[in-house]
Nanobody, 121 residues
Framework: QVQLVEVGGGLVQPGGSLRLSCAAS????????MGWYRQAPGKQRELVAR???????NYADSVKGRFTISRDNAKNTVYLQMNILKPEDTAVYYC???????????????WGRGTQVTVSS
């Protein structure tokens, strides 16, 4: 079994910072890309940032220059450093990983349960 567990959400004032982390655990053979998505009330889930197995990154235009995604392969962990937060960043943030479990011959996507980020004064 594979699990993704996010840590680090909370309430922050506009202009503040938060750091999210997500650790993948369980019977993992290989992790390919990892990423962060978010879903605000009444909106569709959207990509925030993604990082490949060779550290190639891509970001949503709305977060470029403010958010940074990184990963620690030794810990099977992906991070999202969020700076200069805005009220419109308020959402549930979900971790995503494209990985191959030990008990499968192919990779598939896994999701965390999400962590709430609220930006408000």
């Amino acid at each position: 079994q594979v699990q993704l567990v996010e840590v680090g959400g909370g309430l922050v004032q506009p202009g503040g910072s938060l750091r999210l982390s997500c650790a993948a655990s369980g019977s993992i053979f290989r992790i390919n890309a990892m990423g962060w998505y978010r879903q605000a009330p009444g909106k569709q889930r959207e990509l925030v940032a993604r990082i490949s197995s060779v550290d190639s990154t891509n970001y949503a235009d709305s977060v470029k220059g403010r958010f940074t995604i990184s990963r620690d392969n030794a810990k099977n962990t992906v991070y999202l450093q969020m700076n200069i937060l805005k009220p419109e960043d308020t959402a549930v943030y979900y971790c995503n990983a494209d990985l191959r479990p030990l008990y499968r011959q192919y990779s598939q996507e896994y999701w965390g349960r999400g962590t709430q980020v609220t930006v408000s004064s």
